[in-house]
């Protein structure tokens, strides 16, 4: 299944589905839609789109997590999560999908910041702010996954079945990405980063402004510092006790 979580995205949710279908014809294409107040559910129906309509409004992380517990009640052992303002290219998910099934790993992640051959690559489009919080979350999580990942606030992923169950059950409701791989460090699971291509967002802004580029970085590094506290299991925990 490829999961399209959306909030007000009548411009741009139709041509995104159209795509994935484009680049794997034979997925399952579901749109979460998170109570927009524009047409999203009408583009995403009109270009032929599953759609789980939220009731109300629970933010990016309930968005995904309600796909995930209909993904995994459905019965689908892998979904790939595609934003809905065009940023993704659908084009990569036959990448990502490949890695799932050959690697052994449950979560994927698209990473902008690597080239073909899995090198780092240095191009940032995003904000100055952005793109500190960037270095700060590697810095973080380096030791509290045992390795460094490139891109990890990317929202192009891929989980296996496992994972699914996992997410199903608990999932960081706002920011979710980083608290994500803390949550998979937890339970000792794998993952691994494969080149993507991110492109201008089609329509719309981003949620993260100037402001919110300040809070993100504080919110999530509470968050990522409770799941340590909260689960003595984790590696950084386990140094500090030596």
């Not at 109300?56 to 790939?80: K, N, P, S, T």
């Not at 380096?142 to 079945?161: E, H, Q």
């Not at 920011?175 to 803390?182: G, H, K, R």
Request: overall charge neutral; proline content about 5%; hydrophobic content about 45%.
């Amino acid at each position: 299944m490829v999961l399209i979580p959306a909030y007000n995205e009548e411009g741009a949710v139709a041509s995104v589905v159209e795509e994935v279908r484009a680049a794997v014809s034979d997925a399952a294409i579901l749109v979460v839609d998170d109570s927009s107040e524009d047409d999203t559910v009408q583009e995403a129906r009109r270009s032929g789109a599953s759609i789980l309509a939220l009731p109300h409004h629970l933010g990016l992380g309930g968005c995904v997590q309600a796909g995930y517990r209909l993904a995994f009640e459905l019965g689908f052992d892998y979904v790939i999560r595609v934003d809905g303002d065009g940023q993704h290219d659908p084009n990569d998910i036959p990448a990502i999908l490949t890695a799932l099934q050959q690697e052994g790993c449950e979560m994927v992640i698209g990473s902008r910041f690597l080239d073909g051959s899995g090198a780092r690559n240095s191009p940032m489009r995003s904000g100055r702010f952005r793109a500190l919080g960037i270095a700060l979350f590697r810095f973080i999580l380096r030791p509290i996954l045992g390795r460094s990942v490139s891109d990890p606030t990317s929202g192009f992923v891929g989980v296996n079945r496992k994972a699914l169950d996992l997410f199903s059950g608990t999932f960081p409701l706002e920011y979710p990405e980083i608290e994500a791989l803390v949550v998979l460090q937890r339970r000792r699971f794998r993952f691994m980063e494969v080149p993507c291509h991110i492109r201008t967002r089609r329509t719309g802004r981003s949620s993260i402004n100037a402001v919110k580029s300040l809070y993100f970085p504080v919110h999530v590094l509470l968050g990522v510092f409770v799941n340590v506290l909260l689960f003595p299991g984790s590696r950084i925990w386990r140094l500090g006790r030596k």
